[in-house]
């Protein structure tokens, strides 16, 4: 980008410069141009071609078949495993320097390709244009982000302290070295960033890799898988396959020959694996990152137009199918009214349809499941509570032919309706009155979630929220989203309870290592 005072993250996303628009918009032309064609799985460095296929559809219009992909088998799964643990002796015994300067290429790569990568996504997943580009910028930074830690801790070789022995020398050395075969499993809604970061850890670490993505986002991974490959990485390093989850990516999880796995996703299906894994011959790394049901809580101390613009960004931004998304918002009540008037006078205002068009911030949902959720949703919540504003799909016209859902904002329901704990991923967010602080914080942490809580209020109010909070990500007096909006680097990611199973977050300190055993290497003299 020529303005390179710029820098693309979603809190600097509103106001980009004008040649990002006219690049995005060249580029999309292009894609746009070459849709349909078929893609294949990339195993041991080679193109692989299933006997069946599956067309990728766009929500944004159904009529439009993206790309035609492989539907990998079980016999694909343990063939992409076999070609990693190949390739295992080979990269964990490269110099952790030239492993770094591959990995470093392929962010490199990501970057060249980032408004390619980010059209696609729009089509793909639905997401505004401003969002699909980030997305893309925040793979390369996640990657970035593992090399640099892999610099700083000098390849986590660390020299011990020496036993104090009567007659020898002792040399006592702590290095932390990969597993083998790690396991990537991604989600739709960031197919690049949630790909790309843990597959760059893994790879950075000195594992080998099979990347498995979400069966409604394959095409954004294979351009990603593209750059792994045209990064250089030898053949073998990263593979990458398609197919669904519940036959191919079962496969995967049930093979005893992977190491560790780094699995994005719902908590059912997370859970589902972490049992599923758990019946391999010891205990492997399981690096899950699940759902959300992320409060906001505003206290009559806020300013009411910081409040008002991060909660409708973060309820509706990726029309509410973020695992950060804001879905519960808990007013105290001096400023319930006032709020509330504000946050729907912002969100009467988003723009919804194709999401690829400058003007919109909402595009649909991801698919005919989810647009199905949004009606059961909303009929069960019509009878619960009240709609402020919302409540309807879109069908008239153009937005017939793709899942356009209104953005939705509930008040009345009763805090023991069972979607306040349940989450939606849908633009759809509940809202009530608090007497207090603390209630509010009650409620906020009733739930089995725990990844990102945003808080509006006086600098007083922010270290109890702090504390209190049971959340892996918070934001205070956030006006750029009340709870979305992370950065690699600025705010790592991950989740507390039912949200995560590491307790450490993507792209911060304490990342790398989950990638890695350690080894203490005594010598004698
Ligand atoms: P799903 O859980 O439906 O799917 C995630 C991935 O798992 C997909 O690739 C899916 O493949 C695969 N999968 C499904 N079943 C199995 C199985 N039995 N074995 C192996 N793999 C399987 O999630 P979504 O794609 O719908 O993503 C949304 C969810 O992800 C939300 O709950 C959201 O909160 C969470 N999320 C969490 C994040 C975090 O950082 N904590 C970040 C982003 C999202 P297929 O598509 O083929 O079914």
Request: proline letters at 5%; a negative charge.
């Amino acid at each position: 980008m020529a303005d390179t005072t710029f820098k693309l993250t979603y809190a600097t996303m509103f106001n980009p410069p004008e040649e990002l628009h006219t690049r995005f918009e060249k580029v999309l032309a292009e894609v746009k141009g070459n849709l349909g064609r078929e893609h294949g799985m990339i195993i041991n460095g080679e193109e692989r071609f299933a006997e069946e296929k599956f067309e990728d559809h766009s929500p944004v219009n159904t009529d439009m078949v993206l790309g035609v992909f492989q539907k990998g088998t079980a016999s694909d799964a343990g063939e992409a495993i076999a070609a990693a643990r190949k390739a295992f002796p080979l990269w964990s015994n490269m110099k952790w320097q030239d492993r770094v300067s591959l990995v470093r290429k392929a962010a490199d790569l990501i970057d060249q390709r980032t408004f390619e990568i980010g059209a696609v996504m729009a089509l793909e997943v639905g997401k505004n244009r401003m969002e699909a580009l980030g997305d893309v910028a925040e793979t390369a930074d996640l990657i970035r982000y593992s090399c640099y830690q892999m610099e700083k801790n000098e390849g986590y070789y660390v020299e011990m302290g020496s036993d104090p022995l009567v007659g020898y020398t002792a040399k006592n050395i702590s290095v932390l070295r990969p597993y083998g075969v790690w396991l990537v499993i991604s989600p739709f809604n960031f197919p690049a960033a949630l790909t790309g970061g843990p597959s760059g850890a893994a790879l950075v670490a000195g594992n080998t890799i099979v990347m498995k993505p979400a069966t409604d986002t394959p095409w954004v991974v294979r351009l990603l898988a593209e750059c792994f490959r045209d990064a250089g990485l030898p053949d073998g390093v990263f593979n990458f396959v398609t197919g669904p989850g519940s036959t191919l990516g079962q496969a995967l999880i049930d093979n005893p020959d992977v190491d560790g796995v780094t699995f994005t996703g719902s908590f059912d299906v997370g859970m589902g694996i972490f049992r599923d894994f758990a019946k391999g011959p010891y205990v492997r790394p399981t690096i899950l990152e699940l759902g959300g049901k992320n409060p906001t809580i505003v206290s009559q101390h806020a300013d009411v137009e910081r409040a008002a613009i991060g909660i409708v960004r973060s309820a509706f931004g990726l029309q509410g199918q973020k695992c950060s998304a804001c879905s519960r918002v808990l007013i105290e009540e001096p400023l319930y009214d006032t709020l509330l008037d504000r946050v729907v006078e912002l969100t009467n205002k988003l723009v919804v349809g194709d999401p690829t068009d400058r003007e919109v911030y909402m595009g649909p949902v991801i698919n005919k499941s989810s647009y199905q959720d949004f009606l059961d949703f909303t009929e069960d919540l019509s009878q619960a509570g009240t709609f402020l504003t919302g409540g309807k799909t879109l069908t008239e016209g153009d937005y017939g032919k793709g899942y356009f859902c209104m953005p939705t904002i509930v008040a009345d329901v009763p805090l023991d309706h069972r979607l306040w704990k349940h989450e939606m991923f849908l633009p759809i967010t509940t809202v009530t009155k608090v007497g207090s602080m603390d209630e509010a914080m009650q409620i906020a942490n009733e739930v089995n979630y725990g990844l990102t809580a945003g808080f509006y209020g006086s600098p007083q109010e922010v270290d109890w929220f702090y504390k209190n909070i049971q959340a892996g990500v918070t934001y205070a007096n956030r006006p750029h989203g009340a709870t979305t909006g992370a950065w690699p680097g600025f705010q790592p990611f991950g989740g507390w309870k039912g949200s995560g199973s590491s307790g450490k977050n993507a792209g911060g300190h304490y990342y790398l290592p989950l990638y890695m055993h350690e080894q203490i290497q005594t010598l004698i003299a």
